[in-house]
């Protein structure tokens, strides 16, 4: 049977100090050894994409117009089956969804280096980005196509990319074998150093946090797809239950909106 607990509210979500504690819960897996730590302060946040409609990307300096979001280093592909998802859903675009197909023919869409797989980039951002001015519209071109189909774009899009703004990591307690998995948001420092050289970024940005559901609704799909339909579950009727009685930590970047 599962257990829970809240953690303390001390712990950080992005390492830094003054002012952004988050709160998390965590709960016994029922199926498997492992427990889930979730971060609740981001996951019952208003937290929405502003992705063409406020998003400044994430390069050097607030650049809108370009329309690239996220998507301006390419994406690393987490592991075989990954590649083999992202190859098969590249080959099934049509020139009317992608507005790289061209390019992608001639050399794959995908360069391996260093044993690492990653999308590749056409002017400056992925290679599955169409852009501004594309006559289906700015966007993911894998995303584009799910739609379309009437289908989940996790269902073709790259692990990094249905994931981001949530991001999962496991650690397993090498004497026992025991997993404890944790959902939390996806900061900059996710990015490595590059990361505290963008000039914004969506999970630390006030305007970001203006959605109409919370994130563990707004994203449950996701959530599924990282943790498993049973962890959803509990987390959400735990949400459900600490919205409807108590007030639940806002979010760092609300309350410096609130400043």
Known sequence: MATVSTVATSRTASGRSGGNEHEWWSVDDPDEDRTWLFDVTFLASSWSCLYGCGCKGVL???????????????????????????????????????????????????KRRGGVTMTRLVD????????????????????????????????????????LPLRREDVTDEATGHVTSTVTQWDR???????????????????????????????????????GAEPYRLLAAYLDGRRARSQLLAHPAVRKRAR
């Open 60 to 110: 050097d300096a607030p650049a809108p117009e370009l329309g690239q979001g996220c998507c301006s280093y390419g994406a690393h592909l987490s592991g075989p089956e990954d590649v083999a998802r992202v190859e098969a859903a590249a080959e099934s675009l049509t020139a009317e969804q992608w507005q790289h197909r061209r390019r992608a023919a001639e050399r794959g869409p995908l």
């Open 124 to 163: 400056d951002a992925c290679i599955f980005l169409n852009r501004p001015g594309f006559a289906a519209g700015a966007g993911c071109a894998l995303h584009r196509a799910a739609l379309d189909r009437g289908i989940s774009p996790v269902t073709l899009k790259p692990d990094v990319c249905w994931q």
């Open 189 to 227: 420092r996710h990015w490595g150093p590059a990361g505290e050289d963008f000039a914004w970024w969506c999970t630390d940005a006030p305007d970001a946090f203006s959605g109409r559901s919370p994130v563990y609704v707004s994203l449950a799909e996701e959530i599924v797809a990282l943790a």
